[in-house]
């Protein structure tokens, strides 16, 4: 049977989403129902609205959902009604990357993400015969309700405020990922961060956990910078002010930095951070570009450097394992993402959706009226 569940949906590309009553259909074996309480506004729910990355419109987006578990499917093992849940991105689980513990990785992402539909097309959504897009990134989260793959789902402790971890799902795993499954800082390193919306929080307070001694956070808004050194960062670079390779240069004496997170996928930016690394130094992007978007690198004083490009997806995280961790390092005071965030209800999600593309907010956060 169906249930009526209130959605925002994504009608028309680079248009506000439209508050509708949709239907819920039956939910499928290796599926979990959650009422959802809570869900982070990301940058990725932004360009697939804009059509900038594909998923079929009118579509429910969402991909930072958390709630607490209703029904499970007959094959479901890892949750059970009442569990409170956190949700991250879909993975098939049966690939070779997937069976070697990289789900960021999945050969299946992009229909497992992006499709809006199950693996047999079907779709879980629907409004008076008219098919909307369901599951982006395993759990349409921009909904009450929502049918959500067993693989996004990752069980928390009834203690930990929704409101609060939802964001955990996406942006802020993926930039503390990169920093602490992936970079591994030495200690006393100098960590470069570019842009510091929630994916470069996350990297900036990582980099403070893993004890990188000098943490540089980049950015355009002067406020985002002061709330970068709240979190972390040692020193901020206004790029509309200063110009990124010299003043990297300038704050390392001339040696460069060890490790550069850039969330932005601007190619100048790149650049400039490339000229300014270190000796063996990591430049990575986690930042998403439109497809087809390049960038060039000099290569030939470069080359006597060891200098490595690398990109990384989610953190390059197992949500199930890093997630809780996260959630531990906010309790201990060491990881302090509600810095980050501001309310909203269902009907304010375009406001959210403005507020962040301005950068008066970090990380919007939708929280449903129970």
Request: aromatic residues 4%.
């Given at each position: ?90 993975y ?67 203690d930990?405020?929704l ?63 002061d ?45 400039k ?18 497809p ?11 080359l ?67």
């Open positions: 049977m169906t249930m009526q569940v209130t959605a925002a949906v994504a009608r028309e590309p680079r248009q506000p989403l439209t508050i509708e009553e949709l239907e819920l259909d039956e939910l499928r074996p290796s599926e979990v129902l959650v009422k959802m309480v809570a869900t982070g506004v990301c940058h990725t729910d932004a360009i697939v609205r804009d059509q900038v990355y594909p998923t079929p419109l009118p579509a429910v987006l969402g991909h930072e959902g958390a709630g607490i578990v209703e029904k499970v499917g007959a094959s479901v093992t890892t949750v059970q009604p009442g569990d409170h849940v956190l949700l991250a991105a879909a098939c689980g049966k690939c070779d990357r997937c069976r070697s513990g990289q789900m960021a990785y999945c050969e299946n992402l992009f229909a497992a993400d992006f499709g809006g539909r199950r693996a047999d097309g079907t779709t879980a959504l629907s409004k008076d015969g008219e098919v909307i897009s369901s599951h982006f990134f395993g759990q349409s989260s921009f909904a009450t309700y929502a049918n959500v793959v067993e693989e996004s789902v990752v069980r928390i402790g009834a930990v405020p409101e609060i971890v939802a964001p955990l799902g996406c942006g802020i795993q993926t930039g503390a990922g990169a920093v602490l499954n992936e970079l591994k800082p030495a200690l006393n390193s100098t960590l470069l961060v570019i842009g510091t919306g929630a994916v470069g929080s996350g990297a900036i307070m990582a980099g403070k956990v893993a004890g990188c001694a000098r943490i540089i956070a980049v950015d355009i808004h002067t406020s985002r910078l709330l970068a050194k709240e979190l972390g960062a040692t020193d901020a670079i206004n790029t509309k002010e200063l110009d990124l390779t010299d003043e990297i240069l300038r704050l390392t004496d001339g040696r460069g930095a060890d490790y550069v997170v850039d969330t932005t996928a601007r190619p100048e930016l790149l650049r951070a490339a000229d300014a690394l270190a000796l063996r130094g990591t430049l990575a992007l986690v930042g998403a570009a439109k087809g978007t390049e960038v060039t690198f000099e290569i030939g004083l470069s006597v450097k060891g200098w490595t490009f690398k990109t990384i997806i989610q953190g390059s995280s197992v949500p199930q394992v890093f997630i809780p961790k996260l959630i531990e390092l906010w309790k201990e005071g060491r990881f302090p993402m509600d810095k980050l965030m501001r309310n909203y209800g269902l009907e304010e999600i375009n406001q959210g959706f403005e507020d962040s593309a301005k950068g008066t907010v970090i990380k919007p956060v939708i929280v449903f009226q129970q």
